[in-house]
C-alpha cells in the first residue's frame, strides 16, 4: 500500500509528520518521492491533454464567429435584394450559430478553471518533490550513521557491559558471603567476664535513667 491514494492527499501531505512517524524513514522518503515523480507524470499528461482540448476549442469557436458573421452578413445582401425571406433564413441560422458558440464559451470557461488548477496543482507537486528529495539524501546518511554507530556499540561494549555486571554481582555474593560468616561466629562466641560486667554495668545504667524518667514525669503529674 502507498502513502498517497490521490493527488490531493500528496497536495495536502505533512512530510514531516509522516517521517516523524515512520518506522523506516530512508524506505518511506523513497517511496514517497516515487509516488510523487509518478503522480507529477499522470498531471503533466492530462494537462497537456486539456491544453489540447484548450486548442481544439478554441478553433472551434473562432470557426462559428466566422459562420455568424458570414450568415450576418448574407442577411443584410438578402434586404438589399428584397428578399425578406431569405434574410429572415439567414438570421434563423445565425441564432443558432451564436447558441452554439455561447455553450462552446461555457465549456472554454470549464476547460480554463481546470487547466488553471491543474498548473496549480503541478507547481505544488514538483514543490513537494523537490522538499522530498532534498530531504531524502540527509534521511539516508542519518540512518546508515545511526545504524553503524548501534552495530559498532553492539559490538564493542554489550559483552564488556554484561561481564562487569557479573563480575560485580559475583563480588557482592563474596561480601555477603563473609559477611554471614563473621556474624555467625560473633553468635557462636562465648561471652567473656568483661563482656559480662560490660552488659551489667549497661543494663544497670538504662535502670536508673528509667527510674529517674519516671521520678520527673511523676512530679511534673502532681504539678498539675
Not at 8 to 21: E, G, H, Q
Not at 118 to 124: G, I, N, P, R
Not at 148 to 163: A, F, G
Not at 182 to 204: C, G, I, Q, R, W
Amino acid at each position: 500500500m502507498g502513502v498517497f491514494s490521490r493527488i490531493s492527499d500528496i497536495i495536502n501531505s505533512n512530510i514531516n509528520s509522516i517521517l516523524d512517524r515512520a518506522l523506516e524513514p530512508d524506505k518511506i522518503i523513497r517511496l514517497i518521492i516515487q509516488e510523487m515523480e509518478d503522480t507529477l507524470v499522470e498531471v503533466r499528461s492530462s494537462t497537456v491533454k486539456t491544453l489540447a482540448e484548450q486548442k481544439e476549442l478554441e478553433r472551434r469557436r473562432a470557426a462559428l464567429a466566422a459562420d455568424r458573421d458570414e450568415w450576418q452578413g448574407k442577411a443584410e445582401l438578402a434586404l438589399t435584394r428584397d428578399r425578406e425571406d431569405l434574410a429572415k433564413a439567414a438570421l434563423q441560422i445565425k441564432a443558432r450559430v451564436e447558441q452554439e458558440l455561447a455553450a462552446l464559451e461555457r465549456q472554454r470557461q470549464q476547460v480554463e478553471a481546470g487547466l488553471a488548477k491543474q498548473s496549480e496543482d503541478l507547481a505544488t507537486l514538483q514543490q513537494k518533490l523537490a522538499d522530498a528529495k532534498a530531504r531524502e539524501a540527509s534521511m539516508i546518511a542519518r540512518h546508515k550513521t545511526a545504524a553503524n554507530r548501534l552495530k559498532i556499540r553492539s559490538s564493542l561494549y554489550d559483552q564488556r557491559v554484561t561481564d562487569a555486571f557479573a563480575r560485580f554481582e559475583q563480588v557482592e555474593r563474596t561480601l555477603d558471603e563473609m559477611e554471614g560468616k563473621v556474624d555467625l561466629y560473633d553468635l557462636a562466641k562465648p561471652k567473656s567476664v568483661a563482656d559480662e560486667f560490660a552488659t551489667l554495668e549497661a543494663d544497670h545504667q538504662v535502670e536508673n535513667e528509667l527510674q529517674a524518667l519516671k521520678a520527673k514525669l511523676g512530679k511534673a503529674g502532681v504539678g498539675r
